[in-house]
């Protein structure tokens, strides 16, 4: 069983900079497909950005937001930079054990453990 628990959210003005981070248990972190999702109010939880030896991004959050993972540490970072009203959510971190080759992990399908969420809110 893999336990993730995020930190990092909160409120912030349009144009700023918040940062999340996603720690996992287990003892393989290096091998798990880490994401992030996001879900707003009335919406469905959609996919933000995933990490594995390559990175991949949702196009609402491309150049704004940079995920990186230190496997050292068994966390996941998303950097949010030019946040906007619209990415007002609460954001998921999500991790899978094992790799699938040639997967950006977009889907929530793709994933077998997710944290209780943090919430992110961007005033304008």
């Known amino acids: 069983q893999v336990q993730l628990v995020e930190s990092g959210g909160g409120l912030m003005q349009a144009g700023g900079s918040l940062r999340l981070d996603c720690t996992a248990s287990?003892?393989?972190?290096?091998?798990?497909?880490m994401g992030w999702f996001r879900q707003a109010p009335g919406k469905e939880r959609e996919f933000v950005a995933s990490v594995t030896w390559r990175t991949y991004y949702a196009v609402s959050v491309e150049g704004r937001f940079t995920i990186s993972r230190d496997n050292a540490k068994n966390t996941v970072y998303l950097q949010m930079n030019s946040l906007k009203p619209e990415d007002t959510a609460v954001y998921y971190c999500a991790a899978r054990q094992g790799l699938k080759i040639g997967s950006s992990y977009a889907y929530e399908g793709d994933y077998d453990y997710w944290g209780q969420g943090t919430q992110v809110t961007v005033s304008s």
């Open positions: 287990g003892r393989t972190f290096s091998n798990y497909a």
